[in-house]
């Protein structure tokens, strides 16, 4: 027997600076790469994998194949969230990362269809699988990583950098784009400047595991691995899979998850992928929409932190509540202050819609998805409810077109409708659910928060 490694010590302040700064920085790389694909779906996939399609049907194949990444997500949760749960947040996190990274630039040295003919589009598709298996396995991971480093009633604040990471990601793969594009003009990028920012991502890696190889386990994680540890052997051998144990003890916490989060990842695919395409078809030049894409993207971030510091102190369902109702109302001003054709109108219609009303509804759901799980199921739960939710973003893009199509002039009032819709839902799910910002993660059973919908106290509350 070895002597087993010190273990940090419980919430120390440099643990959770670190697992804070690596869970953004993860973030930022993993939905760089994500990210970057969806920019690329809207405006250059169209043109470079499916040639031989019309214009629309083009369109729509790129925005199929951007679809099966969030289909992969949930996957990537079950698969990761398992080890996660069972042999720690950190080494699982190093795995998802090189994933994503391996990933992202084998989509930049891809033939095209002119070279390699329907090899191309199928190798993307492929290659767009791994991505959303290996953000599937992130998102779960580096939440947990400064949720359960946190401390003094701040979990909401430190866990959503983790989100924060997304819109950050977001604004940097556009820039990568856009800067790009004007460095060597329209034919030069169409043929194969596109390909430098998937190539740079061998770079974000490099840096990204540094850092990631530096943080410590969570606190939470090895205080209830070392109590599983210690239990008797026929104990340990009858502990249930983590999903099973998800599904089994957790199904209503689960369902109301999604539900709360579906609404927040509708809208998000509407305003950083739908709106791009749409945009550029009102007559917006593509550097335009990106430019106004990257300015909100990058404004979001402030907006997820505060409103989730926010969420510490009023609760999470008071904020993300007042969130779905403001995305409701706002989606039917969305298009029409875009159809004006003004660009100071556009970045308003970015900013107000990405920057201010999403992150309402998107920054506390980072804490709240982990105060509805045990510890030993935190990793797996979490990662399923919220990729499953995030099924929102990924579709909205691909039906809202179809919409456009078949409804003509009436479509952005439609599609709005559906927005408001789904925010709806999320009224519905969150008057359902008990409030757990106060939930203690070393609890039980952290999810009765949510069998007590009448006063919002859940059984296991205490001071974070």
């Known amino acids: 027997m070895h002597a087993a490694s010190p273990r940090p010590a419980p919430h120390e302040p440099r643990h959770l600076r670190r697992a804070v700064t690596s869970s953004f920085l993860g973030s930022v790389i993993e939905y760089y790469d994500f990210l970057l694909y969806s920019t690329a779906a809207a405006v250059v996939f169209p043109h470079v994998f499916f040639a031989d399609l019309s214009p629309t049907a083009a369109t729509l194949a790129s925005f199929t194949t951007f679809a099966t990444g969030y289909l992969a997500r949930p996957l990537g949760g079950i698969v990761f969230g398992h080890f996660g749960d069972r042999l720690g947040r950190k080494r699982t996190l190093v795995v998802t990362m090189s994933l994503m990274g391996v990933a992202s630039f084998l989509i930049g040295v891809l033939p095209t269809y002119g070279q390699a003919g329907t090899l191309a589009p199928v190798c993307l598709l492929l290659l767009r699988i791994v991505q959303g298996v290996a953000v599937g396995g992130e998102w779960g991971g580096a ?31 556009t820039v990568a784009m856009s800067a790009t594009s004007a460095a060597v003009g329209e034919d030069a990028f169409l043929s194969w400047g596109w390909r430098i920012p998937f190539l740079l991502s061998v770079v974000l890696l490099a840096v990204g595991l540094f850092i990631r190889l530096r943080v410590t386990e969570t606190p939470v994680f090895a205080e209830a691995d070392k109590e599983q540890k210690t239990r008797p052997v026929q104990d340990s051998s009858r502990r249930s899979l983590p999903l099973l144990d998800v599904l089994r003890h957790h199904p209503r916490v689960l369902l109301l998850g999604i539900g709360v989060g579906l609404s927040a990842f509708v809208f998000q695919g509407t305003v950083t992928t739908y709106i791009i395409s749409y945009a550029v078809q009102d007559g917006f030049s593509r550097q335009t929409v990106l430019n106004s894409l990257a300015v909100s993207s990058t404004l979001a971030v402030f907006g997820i932190i505060g409103w989730s510091a926010l969420s510490d102190r009023q609760g999470r369902r008071p904020v993300v509540m007042a969130g779905a109702l403001a995305v409701g109302a706002y989606a039917f001003a969305l298009f029409p202050l875009v159809d004006t054709g003004s660009t100071g109108l556009l970045v308003l219609a970015l900013v107000l819609g990405q920057s201010l009303v999403h992150p309402m509804m998107y920054g506390p759901l980072a804490a709240l998805y982990t105060e509805l799980f045990s510890t030993r199921s935190r990793y797996t739960g979490a990662s399923l409810g919220y990729q499953i939710a995030g099924l929102g973003a990924g579709f909205a893009p691909l039906i809202f077109t179809e919409v456009q199509t078949g409804a003509g002039t009436g479509a952005t009032t439609l599609i709005s409708a559906v927005i408001a819709a789904f925010c709806l839902l999320t009224v519905v799910c969150l008057a359902l659910l008990g409030e757990t910002s106060r939930t203690d993660l070393t609890g039980a059973d952290p999810g009765a928060a949510a069998r007590l919908p009448v006063d919002g106290r859940p059984e296991t509350a205490q001071a974070s």
Do not use: D, I, K, Y
């Not at 939440?143 to 604004?171: D, I, K, Q, Y």
């Open 143 to 173: 939440v947990l990583l400064s949720a359960e480093h946190a401390t003094g009633g701040r979990r909401g604040l430190w866990a959503s950098f983790t989100n924060a990471g997304a819109p950050f990601g977001m604004a940097v793969s």
